[in-house]
């Protein structure tokens, strides 16, 4: 569960003060599950986007904040694509990020939405972009507790992991932006777009089509179908276990449409 803003200690306040001046408004942000706090806030110098996560101890970092940190790191090396970070507070037990905040709307994934265009356009030049060193998770790792060999997940390539409609901002301009970066690894270039395909099915559109729409991609062509095969069915495998631990039904959504791409993979 989100905590609110009033929960941040006031040294935490005085060190985002610091950055921003006098804080005016907050509104929090709608999504997300990866931060304690998510909002958009006004300030004396303008509008920002800000994530915070409390830590579990003094010394001891929880998976929210070792998120926000690898965001952190990530972030001045991925400028093409992402939103800039302006400042990090560390007091109080909080790691706080402040990035710029994007004018955009969330992309429609939907069939035949022209936003498809522009998914397409920035996965492309995102699967043209070296990985930097400073990546260095390991996407083959998600898997391990559901399948003996991973290797086929291995790879170079930078992958954000996480394309969903939400996470991709389209500003007035047309410009596309790639927001939450903090699981952002190295693996195999095709493994990004199964990562998105349940998202292509939530949207509406049916297995064949979106198998379809990622054969454009020359990572995915060109992967080893067997490869495919091991991946949406590690896939689906873990959903299936996260759902039986999580009754979120954003869970159980995502278990059902991991499932129905690994029947529709095996099955063709």
């Known amino acids: ?58 010394e001891k970092d929880g998976p929210e904040v070792r998120s926000l940190r690898n965001e952190a790191r990530i972030l001045p090396h991925v400028t093409e694509f992402a939103p800039r970070l302006h400042w990090t507070v560390e007091a109080g037990g909080w790691l706080v990020l402040g990035f710029e905040h994007v004018d955009g709307r969330h992309a ?52 954000h992991t996480d394309v969903n409609a939400e996470n991709l901002l389209i500003t007035p301009d047309g410009r596309a932006v790639l927001v939450d970066w903090a699981f952002a690894s190295r693996g195999a270039a095709w493994v990004e777009l199964g990562l998105l395909l349940p998202w292509l ?37 873990r959903w299936r276990r996260h759902a039986e631990r999580n009754p979120a039904e954003w869970v159980a959504l995502h278990a059902d449409l991991t499932r129905r791409w690994a029947e529709f993979h095996r099955g063709g």
């Not at 569960?1 to 060190?15: I, K, N």
């Not at 985002?16 to 300030?43: F, W």
């Not at 080893?224 to 991946?231: M, Q, W």
């Open 1 to 58: 569960m989100r905590s609110d803003w009033t929960d941040l200690p006031f040294e935490v306040l005085d060190g985002i003060e610091a950055h921003t001046g006098p804080i005016h408004r907050t509104e929090p942000a709608p999504a997300g599950n990866h931060a304690d706090i998510a909002s958009n806030v006004d300030t004396a110098s303008g509008r920002l986007f800000v994530k915070a996560a409390r830590k579990v101890s003094p």
């Open 108 to 159: 429609d994934y939907t069939p035949g939405s022209p936003d498809l265009e522009i998914l397409a356009k920035t996965l492309h030049a995102l699967q043209a972009t070296p990985c930097p060193e400073i990546v260095q998770m390991q996407v083959e790792r998600r898997w391990e507790t559901v399948t003996e060999d991973v290797s086929p997940m291995a790879g170079t390539a930078l992958l």
């Open 201 to 237: 099915l939530k949207a509406g559109h049916t297995p064949a089509e979106a198998a379809d729409w990622v054969t454009e991609f020359p990572s995915w062509a060109q992967a080893d179908p067997a490869d495919v095969d091991l991946f949406s069915t590690a896939f689906a495998e």
